[in-house]
């Protein structure tokens, strides 16, 4: 019982980096993506080739994998970011399914569709963690980096331009915003964090494959922003945590078919989803009513 | 001969993708509303021809169940999750959203009723003929196009000679023109949801002969559908056909070249190199503003 | 922003043979004109004159079909809106595009930081800032509201802070677009008031407006436009005085 605790919070938190990194795109630039599952994925698949490779130190495979995730990131934000959000959606979609390809074909570096084992552990100046209750520290710290960045980037004048975008896009211009330029830094930054979370992920299971960074999976970030609270600071972490939790309770629900518990889950949250941007726009957390997240003009 | 088989195919994709987009399309270029479960729509016509088909009513009744399931579906759409969301100032946001979580619901549910796997409507239609040496066509393949052809044909007649029609035309633009007309604009979304979704019923039933059906495809309709619209420029029916037959054709031509999981690959390729280089898309408006 | 000085015979923004259409309408019919410095020179006309895209063509919200727009002798017509903003053209707009979901203080403070990358400020700097946006607050009577969530505020506010945005910046040309409609007599006065003080410091304004009680006590200048075309440039008196002209304003208002 602990020991699937230990496992969920450790979860928990990774999904939390995921989805307060998405948070920072969606709620604050207003830029909706359906390919943050692809930056998970580069992040875990760049950090493993690296430790499997050249060296398991944190101090490598993270940097690495941030400069992977933010140098990709740029394929898709630089031609999808000069035009309407619309766009966005679509290229991101269609980035999402390609990689998905890729990272199933490339097996040179992502072992292909039977992906990557023996992953080494994390090695932070010669000691490895590996054990559950000294990874935990890991992420959590690591989540609480991630926020503190992500808030001091919100609260700073780089924030307030992408509320700005958020709110209007042609009113930020024409005080002097350089829109495309301001939303293209935030994807960067955000893909960069994204694949920390990749590499906490891939070297907590020591076992990656295409299967965790599928579009289900970009699906799922989005749901937890939104159920969340889109634009808060904590909704993304509750959403998170709501998400990973509804599995176990809906398997303590006797009636329920077992084998369905995937199905019921992703049901819930689609439906709550719809729900919520008719009732409650903004989210659990977020105010009642968000009047213009993504204003159009 | 491969090439002219190849193109064959293609067209016969290119059929299907354009029926899919245009009808998304459609609902997007006249309403504005970011109708993401349209791939949705697209799932519960194909399952519920199969269903209806399958259990031995024949292919007729198969048909209307699965036009009356989209229509309903995609009026029910508008009226319970888009009228609502409008009601107070829905932006972008909030109407994709709401339309996803609705897609991950029926993805979900069909995969309950009829399991995740892929399932295969049975017909003789999809048998190969040889047509010349080494050139082989099933039927289903002169039938897509067909079908293509007598629903845009009816559509192009719809909107140019019809009120409704003309209404539906300048929604965008200018609601209150529509009012005008004496017409009422919900009336006309709401026409432009039953149109749209009518629109992916052929290419459903085909695509669930030809490939096979899977609850998860609805993500790929998407993505054919809204590559489309782009590529044939945002708001322009005639450019999204000719962009769904574009990527129809690409893709099957492409395999010439390439092995087939990276089919998709070519798609998100044209998509890519439309929003580099010409955002406004085939026959679009500005895309900037 | 510039902050180089010229005298207040010096053009700054001018323009020559201006067109655009959209779809075979004329909107802006070979507009010319100069905008001096430190003169307030008002757009009058019908709705659809072209005044709203005159204001866009400046700023690069929309791109010319011919003609040319200098600023400061320097040609500008393939400028982006923010490359606009930059060199110190600053604009409203008519439905105001606020930051709803930003508080006032927020709203103001963002108008005054055009940097794109993320930034330290030094203590002078937010020190300097500030001081603006306190600036701007105090003028247009928003000081308690500064916590308030724009979409919160009332109508005349909204109107006020998009003002505010402006009045912060250190911009040398104000593009107004219907700043004062629908104003009370009190929030004119001050709308006025702020007008007065700001020209009188070396701002060039450019006003479409059409309440004509406002025009005569603020133009210096009066540009009355038709169906895209200019129809007649200058002084007050003359222009509203015009027969032919009222019967056009005032034949499309009735």
């Known amino acids: 019982m602990e020991a699937y605790l230990l496992n969920l919070a450790i979860l928990i938190s990774i999904y939390s980096i995921l989805a307060v990194t998405l948070n920072f795109i969606m709620g604050y630039a207003g830029i909706y993506s359906l390919a943050h599952a692809v930056f998970f994925g580069i992040g875990a698949y760049a950090s493993s080739y690296t430790a499997l490779n050249f060296s398991a130190s944190i101090f490598i495979t993270l940097p690495v994998a941030m400069a992977i995730g933010a140098a990709l990131s740029l394929v898709l934000a630089l031609p999808a970011l000069r035009v309407r959000g619309e766009y966005f959606v679509a290229a991101s979609l269609g980035l999402q399914v390609l990689a998905v390809t890729i990272f199933s074909e490339w097996k040179g570096v992502t072992g292909g569709i039977g992906g990557l ?65 301001i939303k293209t830094i935030s994807v960067v930054i955000s893909a960069a964090l994204t694949a920390v979370a990749g590499a906490l992920y891939a070297s907590y299971l020591a076992f990656i494959n295409v299967e965790s960074f599928m579009l289900d999976t970009s699906v799922l970030i989005m749901a937890m922003v939104i159920i969340g609270g889109t634009g808060t600071q904590a909704g993304p972490i509750v959403g998170a945590a709501l998400l990973l939790l509804l599995p176990s309770v809906i398997s303590y629900l006797d009636f329920l078919p077992q084998t369905e518990i995937g199905s019921i889950q992703q049901i819930i949250y689609g439906l709550g989803m719809a729900l919520l941007m008719i009732y409650r726009p903004g989210g659990i957390i977020g105010r009642k009513k968000v009047t213009s997240a993504g204003g159009s003009k | 001969m491969l090439a002219l088989q190849l193109a064959i195919t293609g067209l016969q994709t290119g059929a299907i993708y354009a029926l899919t987009a245009v009808g998304f399309s459609l609902i997007f270029g006249s309403t504005r509303i970011f109708h993401f479960s349209h791939g949705a729509t697209f799932i519960i016509a194909a399952y519920l021809f199969y269903f209806v088909d399958v259990s031995g009513y024949g292919v007729i009744p198969a048909i209307l169940a699965a036009a009356s399931g989209a229509i ?37 549910v069909i995969g309950m009723v009829f399991g995740r796997g892929y399932v295969a409507v049975q017909t003789s239609l999809s048998k190969s003929v040889e047509l010349a040496e080494g050139l082989y066509v099933a039927p289903l393949a002169w039938i897509a196009v067909l079908c293509a052809t007598v629903f845009f044909a009816a559509l192009w007649y719809f909107l140019r000679f019809s009120t409704t029609g003309m209404a539906l035309r300048a929604l965008s633009d200018n609601p209150e023109l529509v009012r005008v007309f004496g017409l009422n604009p919900k009336f006309i979304s709401a026409c432009a ?27 790929h309709v998407m993505l054919i559908s809204l590559a489309a619209t782009i590529v044939g420029g945002i708001g322009s029916v005639p450019g999204t056909l000719i962009a769904g037959l574009v990527l129809g054709l690409a893709e099957s031509l492409a395999l010439l070249y390439v092995e087939s999981q990276w089919t ?3 798609t998100f390729a044209i998509l890519f190199l439309f929003i580099l280089l010409r955002p406004s898309g085939l026959l679009g408006r500005s895309a900037t503003h | 922003m510039t902050d180089t000085h010229t005298s207040s015979s010096d053009v700054l923004l001018e323009i ?30 019908p709705n659809g004159a072209g005044k709203t895209t005159f204001f866009n063509l ?30 110190g053209i600053l604009r409203t707009f008519q439905d105001l595009r606020l930051f709803n979901d930003m508080t006032v203080e927020e709203n103001i403070l963002t108008s005054i930081e055009p940097m794109s990358f993320p930034t330290f400020r030094t203590r002078a700097q937010r020190a300097e800032q500030q001081e603006r946006v306190e600036y701007a607050l105090e003028r247009t009577g928003l000081a308690d509201k500064r916590h308030t969530l724009a979409n919160d505020l009332a109508y005349a506010e909204r109107k ?9 910046t250190d911009a040398r040309l104000w593009l107004l677009d219907e700043p004062a409609s629908g104003l009370d007599p009190q929030s004119y006065d001050r709308f006025l008031d702020i007008l007065r003080v700001e020209v009188k410091k070396g701002v060039t304004v450019c006003i479409i407006e059409h309440n004509l009680d406002i025009v005569i006590s603020i133009s210096d200048r009066i540009a009355f436009l038709d169906r895209g075309r200019l129809l007649a440039d200058g002084d007050p008196e003359t222009v509203l005085n015009d027969p032919e002209l009222t019967a056009i304003y005032f034949g499309e208002r009735a």
């Open chain 3, 160 to 168: 006020f802070l998009s003002m505010a945005r402006i009045l912060a």
């Open chain 2, 264 to 266: 998709e690959a070519v």
């Open chain 2, 72 to 108: 309903v579906f995609g009026l029910l759409m508008y009226r319970f999750i888009y009228v609502p969301i409008q009601r107070d100032e829905g932006s972008f946001f909030t109407v994709f959203v709401a339309s996803f979580g609705i897609g991950i619901v029926v993805q979900n």
């Open chain 2, 193 to 219: 949801f039953a149109i749209g979704s009518l629109l992916v019923v052929p290419a459903a039933i085909i695509s669930g002969a030809t490939q096979g059906l899977n609850p998860a495809m609805g993500h």
């Open chain 3, 58 to 87: 400046i700023t690069g919200e929309l791109t010319k079909d011919t003609g040319s727009i200098r600023w400061l002798g320097q040609k500008i017509d393939r400028i982006k809106p923010y490359q606009a903003a930059r060199k």
């Open chain 1, 117 to 181: 084992i023996g992953i080494p552990p994390v090695n932070i100046a010669g000691l490895e963690i590996y054990k559950p209750g000294e990874f935990i520290f890991l992420t959590v710290v690591t989540l609480i980096v991630v926020l503190v960045v992500i808030n001091r980037l919100v609260h700073s004048s780089f924030g307030r331009s992408l509320q700005a975008i958020r709110d209007s896009e042609s009113a930020a211009a024409a005080f002097g915003k350089n829109v495309p330029l």
């Open chain 3, 16 to 45: 020559r043979g201006l067109n655009k259409s959209f779809g075979g309408v004329k909107a802006v019919d070979e507009v010319s004109m100069d905008l001096r410095a430190g003169i307030v020179t008002t757009l009058v006309g």
